[in-house]
């Protein structure tokens, strides 16, 4: 069983950065591939970030990149995710997911369906 707890959220303006942090239980944690996903009202959850076991492989969704930058601390069972430039449209509860395996494919990190662990949220709203 892995927990998931998620902090960092919170109310900025437009432009401003922001970073999520992700505490992970589940050991080895190596063993385990992370994502960050967001869901905003009336829309189903979204892939924004990916980071494989080792944080050799990372991928984010076209509409955060350039912006965002996930990171995994293997010392510390951290997750991160950097978010910069934020826009009003990156309004969402976003939301740590842990996948047990070594996965490394952008379609084995991307699909919500596919992680076997959640965080509870934090949410992020960005004003205009």
């Known amino acids: 069983q892995v927990q998931l707890v998620e902090s960092g959220g919170g109310l900025v303006q437009a432009g401003d950065s922001l970073r999520l942090s992700c505490a992970a239980s589940?050991?080895?944690?190596?063993?385990?591939?992370f994502g960050w996903f967001r869901q905003a009202p009336g829309k189903e959850r979204e892939f924004v970030a990916g980071?494989?076991?080792?944080?050799?492989?990372?991928y984010y969704a076209d509409s955060v990149k350039g912006r965002v930058a996930i990171s995994r601390d293997n010392v510390n069972y951290m997750v991160y995710l950097q978010m910069n430039t934020l826009k009003p449209e990156d309004a969402a509860v976003y939301y740590c997911?842990?996948?047990?395996?070594?996965?490394?494919?952008?379609?084995?990190?991307?699909?919500?369906?596919?992680?076997?662990?959640w965080g509870q949220g934090t949410q992020v709203t960005v004003s205009s």
């Open positions: 997911g842990a996948r047990q395996g070594y996965h490394s494919r952008y379609d084995a990190l991307s699909a919500a369906s596919r992680y076997d662990y």
């Open positions: 589940g050991r080895p944690f190596t063993g385990y591939a």
């Open positions: 980071i494989s076991g080792s944080g050799e492989y990372k």
